[in-house]
């Protein structure tokens, strides 16, 4: 061969080559190609003949093509039995479709609307639970499908929320700059009244000492008037008592006829007086009485026990008109006069001395008006120069006075000036403490205001001392955050206290959800009343409803922006 013909073979040989290389691919592309149709070939029937009720985040594990096995492993049965209305797995996962198993779930798709699971044992039931009419698949029940409808109201409900959302949350902001105001303002009270009150303790000590100096020089004054007091009690005492003494020593005498230091029962029974009830004549039985537990009387029993007893019948008997035997015998002894023998005492008025010059005291009764000249026109004359608030002056004037001397009576000048001196500094020193004790009072309310949980951002700090009402048919309910819920009658009454205030009781990442107010007013024979509080986000601070789910438990729905939280951007329901 030529060399021509040798170049047209080696081209030859190279366009077999090439074309051995593309059928060589052509052969790999067809065989992922086949790869690809068989894949799909195994996982289309799984989606496109997904069995009734399975959720579409678990249709792969519903393979026609296989045995299924209970997604709790505890059974594996044939996949034609699954939604045969017949329980195999204890879970009821092979029975989404059917009322089979009691714990079955069915997933309800409702295009346009939010997907619903709910339990088997609705499905077939003849009511159409899903708004896609899914749950009632075998009955044949015409159940319209409501889903578009239903997930547009939800998407305006879901919309019209974040807006209220999102309003509560601008105004959530403007709250915590409030609350961070407030709490430092009590802060800074807090600093101040400890300020004041360091210097009233020092004030307050100053006034104490000179409180101790001015009582200790009155003490000793009002103890010395003290003792002349007690002196004067004592000798007023045993001049009584020796006054009742004799006096019993001269009835004594007058009972003992006989005279033989003793008093008997029929000297007794001789005194008319005795006769209680009054038949004319004195038993054995009410001189008994009389007696006591004792057969006669001494001079000394009848004064400890027998006098006291006896003297007043002994005494209407003296009143009464009896014999002059009677009279005579029991004329009781007259006691003397003794001078008073102390500064303290009050002598009696003297009799009245007709020569004596005038004195207020010894003023005698006026004499009997005789005198012709005396007319009504001179008694009119007199009522004409009668002025009542001359009169009214006059007791006006005479009180203070009156108080004067009385006070003049008791104290002399020197002890008075002691007097007024140590109630001068008492009142100096209550005045100190009244105002230190208020200063300490105020400091621990706002501290315990401020170490109260006020929520995230202490936000909720805004709502302390404010109270919110709602009325119903029959109460108006009260709840005053961080103090106390109550209810009062619609039409009057008084109030009752549903609790006050304990805790946040959220559950754990949404602690100030709700809060409970405990220890209220104890119902009749029942515990004492409580009070739980359901938090809801809201453009206002509103007290919505009020409920008594459980006797003297009660529940509260409050809305308020403190609980609102951004919106997410883009957030929205999947319907």
């Not at 009245?352 to 006026?366: K, Q, R």
């Amino acid at each position: 061969c030529g060399s021509s013909d040798l170049t047209k073979l080696i081209l030859l040989d190279s366009l077999l080559q090439e074309f051995q290389m593309f059928q060589a691919m052509k052969a790999q592309k067809l065989k992922l190609l086949a790869s690809g149709l068989l894949t799909l070939c195994i996982f289309t029937p799984a989606l496109t003949s997904r069995p009734k009720g399975v959720r579409v985040e678990v249709a792969t594990l519903y393979n026609p093509n296989a045995d299924f096995k209970c997604l709790d492993g505890s059974n594996i049965i044939p996949f034609i039995q699954v939604n045969d209305d017949y329980c195999d797995c204890e879970d009821g996962s092979d029975e989404p479709g059917t009322a089979a198993c009691p714990n079955g779930k069915f997933y309800c798709e409702n295009a346009g609307h939010k997907a619903r699971v709910m339990p088997s044992s609705r499905v077939g039931d003849t009511v159409c639970d899903c708004c896609d009419g899914s749950d009632e698949w075998e009955t044949g029940v015409n159940c319209p499908n409501t889903c578009n409808e239903l997930g547009r109201a939800a998407r305006e409900a879901a919309e019209e929320r974040v807006k209220v959302a999102m309003e509560g949350f601008v105004i959530r902001q403007t709250m915590v700059n409030e609350a961070k105001v407030m709490l430092d303002e009590k802060m800074a009270a807090v600093q101040e009244k400890e300020n004041k009150k360091a210097e009233l303790d020092g004030l307050k000590e100053l006034k104490q000492k000179l409180k101790e100096e001015a009582e200790a020089p009155e003490k000793e004054a009002l103890d010395y008037y003290k003792r002349i007091e007690e002196e004067e009690k004592k000798k007023q005492e045993e001049e009584a008592a020796a006054s009742t003494a004799a006096e019993a020593t001269e009835y004594f005498a007058v009972i003992d006829t006989d005279n033989d230091g003793s008093i008997t029962m029929p000297e007794l029974q001789a005194r008319s007086g005795l006769d209680t009830n009054k038949d004319g004549e004195v038993s054995e039985e009410e001189a008994k009485f009389f007696l006591g537990d004792k057969e006669t009387f001494d001079i000394e029993t009848f004064k400890e026990s027998g006098f006291a007893l006896l003297k007043p019948y002994l005494e209407l008997e003296k009143a009464a008109p009896v014999g002059a035997e009677d009279t005579e015998d029991l004329s009781p002894p007259v006691e003397e006069y003794h001078e008073p023998d102390h500064p303290m005492m009050t002598p009696p008025p003297p009799a009245y001395d007709p020569d004596a010059p005038d004195h207020p005291m010894m003023t005698p009764a006026p004499d009997a008006y005789e005198s012709e000249d005396y007319t009504e026109e001179h008694d009119e004359e007199e009522e004409e120069d009668y002025d009542i608030s001359d009169h009214e002056e006059d007791e006006g004037d005479d009180t203070p006075k009156t108080e004067e001397v009385k006070d003049e009576s008791k104290y002399d000048t020197a002890t008075q000036i002691l007097i007024n001196s140590a109630e001068a500094a008492r009142k100096a020193f209550n005045d100190v403490d009244r105002e230190f004790r208020d200063a300490e009072r105020e400091i621990k309310q706002l501290k315990e205001a401020l170490e109260k949980d006020y929520g995230d951002d202490r936000v909720y700090a805004v709502l302390s001392g404010q109270c919110f009402s709602h009325t119903d048919n029959e109460y108006t309910y009260k709840m005053c955050p961080f103090d106390h819920c109550s209810q009062r009658g619609k039409h009057g009454g008084s109030e009752t206290r549903l609790g006050g205030w304990g805790e946040w009781t959220g559950p754990d990442g949404d602690r100030y959800s709700s809060m409970k107010f405990t220890g209220g007013q104890g119902c009749w024979n029942g515990p004492a009343r409580s009070s739980l509080i359901h938090i809801h986000c809201g453009s206002e601070n509103i007290l919505s409803s009020v409920a008594e789910p459980n006797r003297c438990e009660y529940e509260m729905h409050f809305s308020t922006p403190a609980a609102c939280k951004q919106p997410e951007a883009g957030s929205h329901d999947e319907l």
